[in-house]
């Protein structure tokens, strides 16, 4: 099973530049997520979507955008790259399991602006 | 809001030594909480998760967790470390809502196992 893909593995972008991670899953989940891994900060949700059609900014969204566009695929988006958007992006994907929701990650994503 | 510290950014152990990873949250409401592990390039896996019940919860690979309500705490430990547990291990907690998009993680720890 592919569970969360995510493309690129690395990427280096000059200041100013643009660029779109795309992520995709196949598990049929209904709600998918960006994440941001920053050292000594964890994990921080930049957007999340709960189900098709449907987007919300997490704690961290200024300078990104987001489209759900159909169930497998969540791609997060870049406008103009900035140095403080280096950083490990992970996307994940969430099924129910009784009380909560468990999170299925991707394999990340390593940014540089530079 | 929920927070989570995670007092030890790194931990060196050797290898069949027992270890500890320390948590402690900060919540003004009932919550779960949960540790995940992450691989060298690989995204987090869930290790386990205490939601209600025993305050003792096992995980995949020989890892357990206790929570302690009075102290706000859910150190993560092994009786018995291997080269392969060497790894980044987050804690984290959410509300009672149980939805994902409520997680709070913590700064992760990174455990390595020397032989």
């Known amino acids: 099973n592919a569970g969360v893909t995510q493309t690129p593995k690395f990427q280096v972008l000059k200041t100013g530049q643009s660029m779109t991670l795309q992520c995709a899953q196949d598990?049929?989940?209904?709600?998918m997520y960006w994440y941001r891994q920053d050292p000594g900060m964890g994990l921080r949700l930049i957007y999340y979507?709960?189900?098709?059609?449907?987007?919300d900014k997490g704690e961290v969204p200024n300078g990104y955008n987001v489209s759900r566009l159909n169930k497998r695929e969540f791609s997060l988006r870049l406008e103009s790259a900035a140095p403080s958007q280096t950083s490990v992006y992970f996307c994940?994907?969430?099924?129910?399991?009784?009380?909560?929701?468990?999170?299925?990650f991707g394999s990340g994503t390593q940014l540089s602006v530079l | 809001a929920q927070s989570v510290t995670q007092l030890d950014s790194q931990v060196p152990v050797f290898e069949e030594a027992p270890v500890e990873l320390r948590c402690n949250y900060s919540?003004?409401?009932?919550?779960?909480l949960f540790w995940y592990v992450q691989y060298p390039n690989q995204g987090l896996q869930l290790l386990l998760k205490?939601?209600?019940?025993?305050?003792l919860v096992k995980g995949i690979n020989g890892f357990e967790a206790e929570f302690n309500k009075s102290q706000t705490s859910f150190p993560l430990r092994k009786p018995s470390v291997h080269i392969s547990d060497t790894a980044e291990y987050f804690c984290?907690?959410?509300?009672?809502?149980?939805?994902?998009?409520?997680?709070?993680f913590g700064s992760g720890t990174q455990l390595t196992v020397l032989p």
């Open positions: 994940a994907s969430s099924a129910p399991t009784g009380t909560n929701e468990k999170l299925f």
């Open positions: 598990m049929n989940h209904n709600s």
């Open positions: 979507s709960a189900s098709e059609g449907t987007t």
């Open positions: 919540s003004s409401v009932s919550v779960y």
């Open positions: 205490y939601l209600s019940g025993s305050t």
């Open positions: 984290a907690v959410s509300d009672l809502t149980g939805s994902a998009r409520q997680l709070t």
